[in-house]
């Protein structure tokens, strides 16, 4: 086992950021201030500003630039959204369709801004396999996963099955049995793209101040420790990182999730994995795993983490050595020829959970908040659509996007969101299920029938997401 500088690829990978940005000092006045640079912050920054130039709009970051999720990801851009199932609920069959179609255009739509504004982010449209490889248990699971897709509207030409030789021309897996090919799916270098998205929005006139953590808010302003701004308008672009902000912190829930890099790997080692076209790929597994060949032809791959009691976000980055050797192991499960691969970078961040995982982007002029998130660990792509549909109804104009089961505003109050239990209850449940999922993994592992063990953890999983009525 070689020494693991517990660091982030995407930070040692980006060009050398600017010394820190200004912090807010004194008393100003914006029409919009957004508290988090993130994805969802600086993209509704972008949108607000394009549509609405004459704006005067201030983002407020506690770190850097990136400093939470959107700095620590996956790089997945997905033309798809976690908690889909539940925003389509009573839609008809055609608005279902359009829903999806919204989706996947979202992540051209991202390629095409990043091209448009000289962003250069390693953007890269190689759709998404999700295998049956590492147990034969899979093959059922990830059928059943198409036909899933099928039914939220995804078309069959964009969702498709992979038999065992076709998988293998796309990527070779240990012992894979096919897979679902998802078409609109990209990766992207997200540190890239967060700072050169800040740069193109101080060339439009947006201001950002780091090192400027909010710790109140009211419906006419923030505080910050050396500052405040008056608004009439704040939108709350916190996400997993919304610990500070009290009126948020009992809506998104942050839960962690852990990743790695290798070295970069030879040719002959990529030969004997495939991935030519650099597809992203993910198993049928509780574990959720993920990962994807960079730009410079490393290995990254992720695996869900753990709930930590409190609601506690990860501040710092570095991830234990045991959470690397758990994630290298899996990688070698799925790819032998990597077993003596180096891994040379670990991190991890925490990604927000809403109510029901249904993800939102909200308005309340009567509050002045307007705010997005719940991605689930889909938020690269999620944020730029949310932040569009924002900026569209902070606007108020009347869009395809305001009108998305995902927009939720005064006229739509029944849409507003619920929020997670108290403590300790929502920590022993989430507790539960990681056990329950290891223990189904195991035996999945092992080719044993799962019997009533699904349908259980099923139940169990409906349960904790189910809405406080």
């Not at 065992?164 to 890239?192: M, S, Y």
């Amino acid at each position: 086992m070689n020494d693991v500088p517990l660091s982030n690829f995407w930070s040692d990978s980006a060009p050398d950021d600017s010394d820190p940005r200004p912090a807010l000092t004194g008393h100003h006045e914006a029409d919009v201030a957004i508290i988090g640079a993130g994805f969802t912050g600086l993209w509704t920054a972008y949108y607000l500003k394009s549509l609405s130039p004459g704006l005067t709009i201030r983002v407020l970051e506690g770190e850097r630039v990136g400093h939470g999720a959107s700095g620590r990801n996956g790089g997945w851009v997905i033309g798809s959204l976690a908690g889909l199932s539940r925003l389509v609920e009573g839609l008809s069959r055609d608005e279902r369709r359009a829903c999806c179609r919204i989706l996947a255009d979202n992540v051209d739509a991202i390629g095409a801004t990043l091209a448009k504004e000289n962003i250069e982010a390693q953007f890269h449209k190689g759709g998404a396999i999700y295998a049956a490889a590492r147990y034969p248990g899979q093959e059922a699971i990830q059928r059943a996963y198409l036909e899933h897709l099928h039914a939220l509207g995804h078309p069959e030409e964009a969702c498709y099955w992979l038999d065992a030789a076709e998988l293998a021309e796309k990527a070779r897996f240990r012992n894979a049995r096919g897979g679902v090919f998802q078409r609109d799916c990209a990766t992207v270098h997200p540190l890239r793209l967060l700072r050169g998205l800040a740069r193109t929005l101080e060339t439009m006139g947006v201001t950002i101040h780091e090192r400027s953590r909010v710790r109140s808010r009211h419906p006419r302003g923030v505080t910050t420790d050396s500052g405040h701004l008056r608004t009439e308008l704040t939108v709350s672009a916190t996400e997993g990182y919304c610990a500070g902000l009290p009126e948020m912190r009992r809506y998104v829930l942050p839960v962690q999730s852990l990743v790695v890099a290798t070295e970069p790997l030879s040719a002959s080692c990529w030969a004997d994995i495939g991935m030519a076209g650099r597809p992203a790929f993910a198993d049928a597994s509780r574990l959720v795993n993920y990962g994807h060949r960079t730009a410079d032809d490393r290995l990254l791959f992720g695996a869900r983490g753990s709930y930590r009691l409190g609601g506690r976000p990860m501040m710092n980055q570095a991830i234990p050595a045991s959470a690397v050797t758990w994630r290298r192991d899996l990688l070698t499960d799925l790819f032998p020829a990597l077993g003596e691969v180096r891994i040379t970078h670990g991190w991890g961040g925490s990604l927000g959970l809403s109510r029901r995982f249904r993800p939102h982007a909200l308005l309340d002029r009567a509050s002045g908040l307007a705010t997005a998130g719940g991605y689930a660990g889909e938020g690269v792509a999620a944020s730029h659509l949310f932040a569009r549909t924002l900026a569209d109804m902070i606007l108020e104009r009347d869009t395809d996007l305001t009108r998305m089961p995902w927009a939720m505003d005064e006229t739509h109050p029944s849409r507003g969101l619920r929020r997670w239990e108290p403590e300790p209850c929502r920590w022993l449940a989430a507790q539960l299920i990681g056990l329950s999922y290891a223990g189904e993994e195991a035996l999945m592992q092992r080719d044993r029938s799962l019997g009533i063990v699904r349908p259980t953890l099923t139940r169990l999983n409906d349960t904790f997401a189910s809405v406080i009525e």
